[in-house]
């Protein structure tokens, strides 16, 4: 359907048309008849396209610019001579066009002759796929012979075979490229377009592929003759995607054959929540394909969304439900109704013995909306208590706050799209590049437009140098230090009057302002004191200050860097502070933009899934909030808050928490201090974990519910746009429910009167309880593809940018953003800090992508350590090292490098058996509890080989791999 045919009354006031081209004249032509009207400066080959005439083509795809090379989309004009490209050919007031003329038809069959001599298969529906846009165009211009031959020189030998070719040049062939895990590039069958290499400059903006040679000898290359694997391609899949004939293809299509069928789907990895095809055959998965209508990611796609999905199959899933009474007892395969019955009758008989608080649950953000709204639903119905918590607590739990309490809503402000329109882009504390990377691709895309940017990161990541960017400005602070660091931006644009102050007065509420100007303007604040404690040159704080302030749209996009500290809620503040002191709120290409980690961050946090608030983010304590629901689920609700996480595992320990229902989610692994959380879990008598793997958490479980991957259940993700997106099931699930159905199946045995059908009926009870949700159902995501919260009667389609005409609270509020400094401080003992990130290939701590073929690029977390700092102490590049805090100590592997600064030390957490959070400590943000993973005082020094937890550890996954393979093997 066509939105904004169909509903023009409904079409959102944001225009994202390039400001150009609302001024920009519209021209009429005629393409074989038809009179189409575009605005000027559109290609023939587009114009003719939106006026439904094909235009042949093979280097020219909607994802790149134009490139003019093929000779296939020609076309004539009347009264103009020759037969220009339609690509590259911009439309003309009353220019008519042929595109099928005798002529065209001729050159577009000689040339097509000339590729097909250069690829013996693909055109062949009998030898190739038989489904390539190659073969495709061949047909549609109706080749069907070749004078040439097929004697390319780029073709591949065939097995004891005689090569195809001639004579000498018979030696000059390629072999196929099949270092990458997912793709092989086979040249034999490249046509020389260049799509593959304008896709990863484009599009990806990776530079990892050129075209090496001359005439005959052109062939696309992977950095300097490499293999692919050791190229700098980070296997984004663009280049596969652009590729038109068979040249670049999927491993899992030539091995398992073209999809059946497919449905469109969203990732299951981070919170960019990128679009996809899922293609099926039979029982299988055989493809991704990144959705190009998909509005987070247009068609493009990162390694983990597009390959990373082996997960889903792997041996290690546990598909039978299993309980034991003792941690130590071995684990026992029962029936789901011998699981749900047992996990119900030990809360209830807890419940009975240490009372109703006494047990709790744990939402997933990896789950859907339907799923999480379901947990907290069930904990707040049937166990009669607030105790549920989410995994979001420890990473974006700061944001939720600290945007709350500035603009009136818990979230960014933008929709990805804004990025086009952003002239000044400032990231803190984060690295899309490895942790957000198809919103790395377009702002690097933007970058290289000329947008400029500043990063605030103790480390150089990639978003600072690298292949055609280089950030304006890097701030590479104290682990810490953000606080101050922001609050000394503040102070240059405060007092070099910077600010914008016919928004503030307008926006915001002034009285507020001066107060906040004020203590910004203090000495304390300046950039010279501050530049002392942060370690960041005073001059570098000015200048970007002043770009930021003055440079046109700033955008600030930021990460775990900002939020996981003991002021990550002061740094949120801090930063909507910056925006609205300069203007840079409600409109493209400006605002606040948390890049969420998890796939539905968002979502688990709009659904209820903290303590203290219910869907929507009202507080438990609101009676008329308390009331819907009250009304709807017939009972009496608690209306004081329960516990967060860290507070259960207290009781735990204390003895007045017994049981927990945890699903998708690795409280051992992911949350601080490995040690309390471990004594924590050891203290309950009836863990439940509900997860596709036997997870660290479940060595402490007494009962195991197996999970549901995202291909097996149909639900909604929201991204880090607020976008709520489909997730449908293209697979039944492996181990009889998706979770959904198997906690609707424990809520029955609890005694609840659950008997929602289909997960669309649970969006139905949150549309119906929840404003920023009440216009969403499964019908419009279905017909519109994907709306952004809040979607309600004011805006019936979503809201891509909030805040435009106010701020939601009302007045935009400043508020004084004081630095303290961590109690984490080093000294003698601890003399350098610690801090953490992810890399591209892995996720979080790699329960997936671990089982995938994505651990070839990091089999291993590494500790970053400064060339100065090793030396100091004999440390030589791979050796063991100790990394010792006051918390507790790890080995793990030295890596060399001026990436961080002296002093500063950084490792990524994938792996289970390095566990960076044993050494983390139980410091949490003052607002919110979200652990202070980013700064931790440590010592590191040479090692022998592993700690010993890390032996334990061994020992246990070893068990683990027992337990699944005899689950496999059954
Ligand atoms: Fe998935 Fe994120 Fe990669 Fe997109 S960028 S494919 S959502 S992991």
Redesign the pocket.
């Known amino acids: 359907m066509n939105i904004k045919a169909d509903f023009p009354s409904l079409v959102e006031e944001i225009d994202y048309g390039t400001p150009q081209s609302k001024a920009q004249k519209q021209v009429t032509l005629n393409v074989d008849g038809r009179s189409i009207t575009v605005p000027e400066g559109t290609s023939i080959m587009r114009a003719a396209m939106e006026g439904g005439v094909e235009i042949p083509k093979l280097c020219a795809t909607d994802m790149l610019d134009s490139f003019g090379s093929c000779r296939v989309c020609l076309v004539e004009i009347e009264g103009r001579g020759g037969t220009p490209a339609s690509c590259t050919t911009p439309v003309g007031e009353g220019m008519i066009v042929r595109t099928q003329t005798e002529r065209l038809d001729a050159i577009r069959r000689g040339v097509m002759e000339l590729y097909v001599s250069d690829h013996p298969t693909g055109w062949n529906e009998q030898a190739g796929t038989g489904a390539s846009e190659f073969d495709a165009v061949a047909k549609s211009i109706g080749l069907t012979e070749n004078r040439y031959g097929i004697e390319g020189r780029n073709h591949v030998k065939p097995e004891g075979g005689v090569a195809p070719g001639h004579g000498s040049l018979a030696v000059d062939y390629i072999a196929r490229d099949e270092s990458n895990p997912y793709f092989t590039y086979d040249a034999s069958q490249c046509i020389v377009c260049s799509r593959c290499v304008r896709a990863c400059e484009e599009v990806q903006g990776t530079f990892a592929l050129t075209i090496e040679g001359r005439g005959f000898e052109s062939r696309v290359s992977a950095g300097m003759h490499e293999a692919f694997i050791d190229s700098e391609c980070v296997s984004c899949g663009a280049c596969v995607q652009a590729c038109p004939t068979d040249a670049l293809r999927e491993k899992t299509v030539l091995a398992k054959g073209l999809p059946e069928r497919s449905a469109v789907t969203?990732?299951?990895?981070?919170?960019?929540?990128?679009s996809?095809k899922a293609e099926v055959k039979g029982d299988e998965v055989v493809r991704m394909m990144?959705y190009k209508e998909g509005k987070?990611?247009h068609g493009?796609?990162?390694?983990?969304?597009?390959f990373a999905y082996g997960y889903a199959t792997h041996k290690d899933r546990i598909l039978s439900p299993m309980i034991r009474e003792k941690v130590t007892d071995p684990w026992r395969e029962v029936s789901w109704e011998e699981a749900i019955a047992h996990t119900a009758k030990e809360f209830r008989r807890i419940q009975y013995q240490y009372g109703r608080t006494a047990i709790g649950g744990i939402t997933s953000s990896r789950c859907t909306n339907e799923e999480t709204y379901l947990v907290q639903k069930m904990v707040r119905q049937g166990f009669r208590n607030n105790n549920v918590d989410t995994c979001a607590r420890v990473c974006h739990s700061p944001t939720g706050y600290g945007l709350g309490q500035t603009y009136g809503t818990s979230a960014g402000t933008q929709d990805f799209d804004s990025v086009d329109f952003t002239d000044v882009a400032v990231i803190i504390g984060a690295n899309p590049a490895s942790a957000?990377?198809?919103?790395a691709s377009r702002l690097k895309k933007r970058l290289r437009q000329g947008a400029k940017l500043i990063v605030l990161d103790p480390r150089r990541t990639e978003m600072v140098k690298s292949a055609h960017i280089e950030a304006d400005y890097h701030l590479p602070l104290k682990p810490g230090t953000n606080v101050a660091v922001l609050t000394a931006l503040a102070h240059v644009i405060v007092t070099e009057g910077l600010f914008d102050e016919a928004f503030i007065r307008e926006r915001c509420d002034w009285t507020e302002f001066q107060d906040w100007a004020s203590f910004v303007a203090l000495p304390e604040n300046s950039p010279e004191t501050v530049g002392k404690l942060s370690g960041v040159d005073p001059e570098l704080i000015r200048g970007a200050a002043r770009l930021y302030a003055t440079g046109g749209n700033g955008a600030i996009y930021y990460g775990l860097g900002v939020t996981e500290h003991s002021q990550g809620s002061t740094t949120v503040m801090a930063i909507a502070n910056l925006a609205m002191a300069t203007g840079n709120i409600g409109r493209p290409g400006v605002g606040v933009n948390p890049l969420r980690g998890q796939?539905n961050v968002q979502g688990s946090c709009d659904m209820g899934s903290f303590p203290h608030e219910l869907p929507g983010y009202r507080h438990i304590s609101g009676e008329a909030v308390r009331d819907i629901y009250e009304t709807l689920w017939g009972v009496k609700l608690d209306d004081e808050p329960g516990l967060r996480i860290p507070n259960m595992l207290d009781a735990a320990v204390d003895g007045s928490f017994k049981g927990i229902y945890i699903q998708g989610e690795d409280i051992l692994q992911s949350d601080p201090d490995t040690k309390h959380v471990a004594a924590g879990l050891a203290a309950m008598e009836c863990v439940v974990v509900h997860d596709l793997f036997l997870n660290e958490t479940a060595n402490y479980a007494h009962v195991f519910l197996p999970g549901s991957t995202f291909l097996e259940k149909d639900g909604t993700f929201t991204?880090a746009e607020r976008r709520i997106n489909m997730v449908r099931k293209v697979l039944e699930p492996k181990a009889r429910y998706a979770d959904w159905e198997a906690t609707q199946e424990l809520a029955r045995a609890i005694g609840l009167d659950w008997n929602y059908k289909h997960p669309s009926e649970i969006m139905d009870e949150i549309a119906m309880t929840t404003p920023s949700f009440a216009g969403v159902s499964f019908e419009l995501l279905d017909r519109v593809g994907s709306v952004q919260w809040p979607c309600n009667e004011k805006a019936p389609l979503g809201t891509p940018i909030m805040h435009i005409d106010g701020f939601v609270r009302g007045k935009g509020k400043f508020i004084r953003t004081e630095y303290v400094a961590t109690d984490e401080r080093t000294g003698p003992r601890f003399p350098l800090l610690l801090t953490t990130g992810r890399i591209l290939s892995q996720?979080n701590v790699g329960a997936q992508t671990r089982r995938t073929d994505n651990s070839m690029w990091h089999s291993e977390d590494r500790l970053e350590i400064h060339p100065h700092d090793a030396e100091n102490r004999g440390l030589r590049d791979g050796d063991w090292v100790r990394l010792t805090s006051r918390s507790g100590e790890t080995t793990l592997r030295a890596l060399i490098t001026d990436r961080v600064s002296p002093g500063v030390v950084y490792t990524t957490f994938h792996h289970p058996d390095t566990q960076a959070n044993v050494i983390t400590t139980d410091f949490s943000d003052w607002a919110t509890n979200c652990p202070e993973y980013k700064v931790t005082a440590v010592q590191v020094g040479a090692s022998n080989g592993p700690s010993e937890w890390q032996r334990d550890y061994d020992e246990q996954a070893k068990q683990s791999r027992r337990i699944a393979s005899l689950q496999a093997a059954e």
């Open positions: 969203t990732c299951a990895y981070c919170g960019v929540g990128c996809f990144p987070a990611n493009h796609s990162c390694v983990k969304g597009r957000h990377p198809v919103f796939n991204n996720y």
